[in-house]
């Protein structure tokens, strides 16, 4: 979130430096760096700040580098506090991935106190400011949630890769060029899916307001309980608003996300006697097993899922059959 208090960033700093400084003095210390390196296999590392980026850059990757996520499956980005575990892969990390916009404030003073290496993956991207609260005027950044969006998400990563491991850019170059074709080709069939929606059910109503970039380019009306997950979400004046909302347009159906609480959305939905149709998936992806491994599951199952709470038919991304469009990233 815009604003987050940095305490908790300085001192895991501190503690970094106070690690490094001792060396091989710690046996503490020597036990964490055994840990940190366990696995490594010679590749480059790339480190993404959250699940669903770094499920596309795998995608891009290949098997030519070794891409991680900072945060684990289901953390809530805006607000997260990174560890001193954090601190040391970032550290070692030959490239870092961030999405930018505001969206992880607490990773800025991160990186500039490390100096680490590092791409923020929406240059270029076309961005929708946020029209309340505190963040109001500031960028909206879950460009993601657009398939149009990712597409410069994809061209971002490829250009990283191939400046960071120039030996096999054409294969960057390549793989980015397939994972286009298929983000651009489930865009235009969840489009699709969504202009079937009558004009009486064309309006989104979510706890974060996360869907600017789909509701843009499908012509969805939306509405949110607050703008930007944040410390103050689901206050009797963000609930009274989105009732009054629901209540005006008929909204048949509500929705909130994975990270955060639905209580208030629950309250919503009891309120207006609309339904609570499901969860959406936004800032993480699941466990390999879940509903959402990868992004473009996460996309195929938030808009059918929208679609079938917004007509009733209770369908959900996870029912229906995916197999012609079966995604290529990998897992969390």
Not at 31 to 41: C, E, P, R, S, Y
Not at 182 to 201: M, R
Request: hydrophobic letters at 45%; charged letters at 20%.
């Amino acid at each position: 979130m815009f604003g987050v208090p940095n305490f908790g960033i300085r001192a895991a700093v501190a503690l970094l430096a106070v690690l490094l400084l001792a060396g091989c003095g710690s046996a503490a210390a020597r036990a964490a760096d055994d840990d940190a390196t366990a696995g490594d296999d010679g590749r480059p590392v790339v480190l993404a700040t959250f699940t669903v980026i770094a499920d596309m850059a795998r995608v891009v990757a290949g098997d030519h580098l070794r891409v991680e996520s900072l945060t684990k499956v289901g953390a809530e980005i805006h607000g997260y506090e990174p560890t001193p575990d954090d601190l040391r892969r970032t550290a070692r990390a030959d490239l870092v991935l961030d999405n930018g916009l505001g969206l992880e404030a607490w990773f800025d003073k991160l990186v500039a106190r490390l100096d680490a290496p590092h791409v923020t993956i929406t240059d270029g991207i076309e961005t929708i400011a946020i029209s309340t609260g505190e963040a109001q005027g500031h960028a909206n950044p879950h460009a993601w949630m657009s398939p149009r969006a990712a597409t410069v998400y994809i061209a971002n990563i490829a250009r990283a890769f191939a400046d960071l491991d120039p030996a096999h850019a054409a294969d960057y170059s390549a793989n980015a060029a397939a994972y286009t074709a298929q983000v651009l080709a489930l865009g235009d069939e969840l489009e699709g899916e969504l202009a079937h929606l009558d004009a009486s059910q064309r309006a989104l109503v979510t706890c974060e307001g996360a869907f600017s970039y789909l509701a843009r380019d499908t012509g969805l009306a939306e509405s949110w309980l607050w703008p930007v997950n944040a410390e103050r979400q689901g206050t009797p004046q963000q609930v009274a608003r989105t009732i009054d909302f629901v209540r005006d347009h008929e909204v048949p159906a509500v929705f909130c996300e994975s990270t955060v609480s639905a209580t208030a959305q629950r309250q919503v939905a009891a309120e207006t006697g609309s339904r609570f149709a499901g969860v959406l998936y936004v800032d993480s992806l699941s466990g390999p097993d879940g509903p959402v491994p990868t992004y473009l599951d996460l996309l195929r199952h938030d808009v059918r899922t929208i679609v079938g709470g917004l007509t009733g038919t209770g369908l959900t991304g996870t029912d229906l059959d995916a197999d012609a469009l079966a995604p290529a990233g990998g897992g969390a």
